[in-house]
């Protein structure tokens, strides 16, 4: 596709249930960003991705999320447990290589715990 | 720590020009970015400064002062369409983007 993709778009989850988001980035990007967004704020980082290397998780909030990208392309963030502070939007980014380089982002998952 | 702060919201008339500020204290530098988000949508790319001074690009220009931490991001020539939040966001020493909270711009016609 021509940009980045994202999904589901909106989910709901009951809280103690586990959640996986995907991303697809533009083809060619060789690195992935998560971001978590709450209402009225700017992004946080979560983790960022070169290739399928994972080179930073450090804002990963806790051990309930994990992030993979297997083949260098897709990814997917993983919630487990989900706890009601989780609910957010959860935006992925990709670029091409070298770090400076703007980010495309996708239109992100709405994520809300009950 | 680190810290971004730029105005919470601002309102402006169609026609008219608005600058948005944006302060800065972080860990290290490599540039700050401008991002536009409209409501319920991802950010899009505005702008990317890294050396001192005005990067001018069509109705929308970008101004650094590294010595000062400081940024604006100029709009000209208001249209309804530009109602969004605008983020502020500075590269770290890690290559990790740090984001502002962003600046909700209201424009009235």
């Known amino acids: 596709g021509a940009g980045v993709s994202q999904s589901p778009r909106y989910k709901v989850a009951k809280r103690g249930q586990d959640v996986a988001l995907r991303c697809d980035p533009i083809?060619?990007?060789?690195?992935l960003f998560w971001y978590q967004q709450a209402l009225g704020q700017g992004p946080e980082f979560l983790t960022y991705f070169q290739n399928e290397a994972q080179l930073d998780k450090s804002g990963l909030p806790s051990d309930r999320f994990f992030a993979e990208r297997p083949e260098g392309s897709v990814s997917t963030l993983k919630i487990q447990r989900t706890q009601q502070e989780d609910s957010a939007v959860y935006l992925c980014?990709?670029?091409?290589?070298?770090?400076?380089?703007?980010?495309?982002f996708g239109p992100g998952t709405r994520l809300t715990v009950t | 720590g680190q810290n971004i702060d730029q105005p919470t919201e601002m309102t402006a008339t169609e026609g008219a020009i608005v600058q948005i500020n944006c302060t800065y204290q972080?860990?290290?530098?490599?540039?700050l970015f401008w991002y536009q988000q409209h409501a319920g949508e991802a950010p899009t790319f505005l702008s990317y400064?890294?050396l001192d001074g005005l990067e001018e690009k069509g109705r929308f220009s970008s101004f650094l002062s590294r010595s000062k931490g400081y940024s604006y991001l100029l709009l000209k020539e208001l249209q309804m369409k530009d109602s969004a939040s605008y983020l502020c966001?500075?590269?770290?020493?890690?290559?990790?983007?740090?984001w502002g909270a962003g600046t909700k711009l209201i424009i009235k016609p």
């Open positions: 400064n890294v």
């Open positions: 966001a500075v590269l770290d020493s890690n290559y990790q983007l740090i």
């Open positions: 083809s060619g990007h060789v690195s």
């Open positions: 980014a990709s670029t091409l290589a070298g770090e400076v380089n703007e980010q495309y």
């Open positions: 972080t860990s290290g530098f490599n540039g």
